[in-house]
T-cell receptor, first 111, second 115 residues
Framework: GENVEQHPSTLSVQEGDSAVIKCTYS??????FPWYKQELGKGPQLIID?????GEKKDQRIAVTLNKTAKHFSLHITETQPEDSAVYFC??????????FGDGTTLTVKP | GAGVSQSPRYKVAKRGQDVALRCDPI?????LFWYQQALGQGPEFLTY????????KSGLPSDRFFAERPEGSVSTLKIQRTQQEDSAVYLC?????????????FGEGSRLTVL
């Protein structure tokens, strides 16, 4: 089955700096890669996603890049703000079916 | 309501008890997923429904776990004879379309603690 590895497990940045979280996946059939933000006591919330026919996608301060050959995808957050502090999860799936999640990255943005 | 609703939010069970966790998906959403999230880990897939049909239950960890969605809307995850290793947050997610295109909307989860 699919295996998704995510790193780093924790990330601390100063407000205004950029944050990058990286994931690798194992199943070359995976073609849908969402990123979720999870705040304490809440369910994961989709923040951006990318499909395998696209190499990069951007939404304001958030961007995701995908390298299908290397089976890598990354989340980039620019101009970080304290409200960006949360746990971020990457995931991989085939056709947005059942997803395999990474173990999460705890992002702390220090004011 | 506007989002996916799960109940109870917190459940404490003694080992060996049966529990039932409920999920009210967003109205009209065809797809419904259950995930299990252990402390400090990412969600793990349990099962998937398309309307009332359970199309994938490959993630259910044992035959003590059972899920249903009899009318294609509300779903219940039942765990029989609970064990300590069942302690986790159980997340429900729904999507407007069949698995393949739509954004997943997660509920806030039901936290199960088995003593």
């Amino acid at each position: 089955g699919e295996n998704v590895e995510q790193h780093p497990s924790t990330l601390s940045v100063q407000e205004g700096d950029s944050a990058v979280i990286k994931c690798t996946y194992s199943d070359s059939a995976s073609n849908y890669f969402p990123w979720y933000k999870q705040e304490l006591g809440k369910g994961p919330q989709l923040i951006i996603d990318i499909r395998s026919n696209v190499g990069e996608k951007k939404d304001q301060r958030i961007a995701v890049t995908l390298n299908k050959t290397a089976k890598h995808f990354s989340l980039h957050i620019t101009e970080t703000q304290p409200e960006d502090s949360a746990v971020y999860f990457c995931a991989a799936s085939i056709n947005a079916g059942k997803s395999t999640f990474g173990d999460g990255t705890t992002l702390t943005v220090k004011p | 309501g506007a989002g996916v609703s799960q109940s109870p939010r917190y459940k404490v069970a003694k080992r060996g008890q049966d529990v039932a966790l409920r999920c009210d998906p967003i109205s009209g959403h065809v797809s419904l997923f259950w995930y299990q999230q252990a402390l400090g880990q990412g969600p793990e897939f349990l099962t998937y429904f398309q309307n009332e049909a359970q199309l994938d239950k490959s993630g259910l960890p044992s035959d003590r776990f059972f899920a249903e969605r009899p009318e294609g809307s509300v779903s219940t995850l039942k765990i029989q004879r609970t064990q300590q290793e069942d302690s986790a947050v159980y997340l429900c997610a729904s999507s407007l379309v069949i698995a393949g295109a739509g954004e997943l909307f997660f509920g806030e989860g039901s936290r199960l603690t088995v003593l």
